[in-house]
């Protein structure tokens, strides 16, 4: 293991990070939040916010384990402070000499994979982060690396409000300048919320819309129906497990993408295709005609199946209408029964629900 060095401005980073008064107080759920998102969208078990004092690594937020605070030589995130503008990622600490020794690796939780974001001073001091962590080695994607930077922001600007509120208790008599400061950073931090909830309506590693996404979608594609009802479509992949297995995961994300170009292409402007889960995904129609859906879903399995991606793909598509008085979880789970069928009937076709 390799003890973390002291950043160049340790002095001044220090004093910057009381100016906070963050340190040792209550947990928070807007911190909780942001480390409940990062935990997902990575994918990992375990996250934190943490950050460094003079001696020690103190955990604002900590899921997935149990802790106030741990030496400042074994933590991570004292790596992660000395390059505050990069990320730190950890594959597999057992490979790196940093980690290798720590006795977060070698015993409880036994940590393998980590990525952890700075957390910036508006001077530029990494006074922490915000991590995940995993006790498997594992990968960090572009679309999960650009989120765990946008959340770490989102840290960061938590922090300068704090910092603010402090400074108008201060400075009451500064009032009028004050209050215009925190109007700005509201509006700020407001922004911020709208790019947080883009980024919690849509799925990483394909950039599409994802379950979440999808239900508000159907729901309000019901609700405004006139006519003509919305037509949903189940799309799965046939035998994607093999592809994994024998390509490995990096072929399958691969596939995964050229299926979700094709889906985007297809239906944008006209409807929403969204990722469902695992090799999943879902077609929303609104004010589309049965047999114009059907015939929009074989155009999609015959386009996949001539994707030049040098391996042999196909689909399965479970289609159906929704019915008045149905819920929008009922038309989904007809359009389940439908793709359900078409795999028993021998995959690779559109199966219509009844």
Not at 29 to 55: K, S, Y
Not at 122 to 150: I, M, N, W
Not at 165 to 192: F, G, T
Not at 273 to 301: K, N, S
Request: glycine fraction near 6%.
């Amino acid at each position: 293991m390799i003890k973390p060095a002291l950043p160049a401005n340790e002095t001044e980073r220090l004093a910057a990070l009381q100016r906070y008064r963050v340190l040792d107080t209550a947990r928070e759920q807007e911190f909780d939040d942001l480390v409940t998102i990062a935990r997902t969208i990575c994918g990992t078990p375990m996250g934190a916010v943490t950050l460094i004092d003079q001696h020690r690594q103190w955990f604002k937020a900590l899921q997935g384990l149990d802790g106030e605070q741990t030496p400042r030589d074994e933590a991570f995130c004292a790596h992660t402070i000395l390059t505050p503008q990069e990320l730190t990622v950890v594959t597999d600490a057992r490979q790196d000499q940093r980690f290798s020794g720590n006795p977060s690796v070698l015993g409880d939780p036994h940590i393998r994979f980590y990525a952890g974001a700075p957390l910036l001073t508006s001077e530029g001091y990494a006074l922490g982060s915000l991590c995940v962590f995993d006790s498997v080695p594992s990968q960090l994607g572009t679309p999960q690396a650009e989120a765990l930077r946008a959340l770490s922001r989102q840290v960061s600007r938590l922090l300068e409000m704090r910092l603010l509120r402090i400074e108008i208790d201060h400075h009451q008599v500064e009032h009028e300048w004050y209050e215009a400061r925190l109007v700005e950073y509201y509006q700020q931090l407001e922004q911020a919320n709208l790019e947080l909830s883009e980024q919690t309506r849509t799925d990483p590693l394909t950039g599409l819309p994802n379950r979440r996404a999808l239900s508000a979608a159907l729901s309000e594609a019901i609700e405004r129906a006139a006519e003509v009802p919305p037509a949903v479509a189940i799309v799965d992949i046939d035998h994607f497990k093999m592809v994994n297995d024998i390509h490995g995961h990096a072929e399958g994300d691969r596939v995964l993408t050229e299926l979700s170009s094709v889906l985007r292409s297809q239906f944008a402007g006209r409807g929403m295709a969204a990722r469902y889960g695992g090799e999943e995904f879902v077609i929303l129609m609104p004010d589309t005609p049965l047999q114009q859906a059907e015939l929009q879903c074989e155009y999609l399995r015959e386009s996949v199946g001539l994707l030049p991606i040098g391996l042999p793909i196909s689909i399965s598509i479970g289609l159906a209408v929704h019915r008045s008085g149905e819920t929008p979880g009922d038309t989904l789970r007809r359009a389940d029964a439908a793709l359900y069928q078409a795999k028993a009937e021998g995959r690779d076709r559109v199966v219509v629900a009844g």
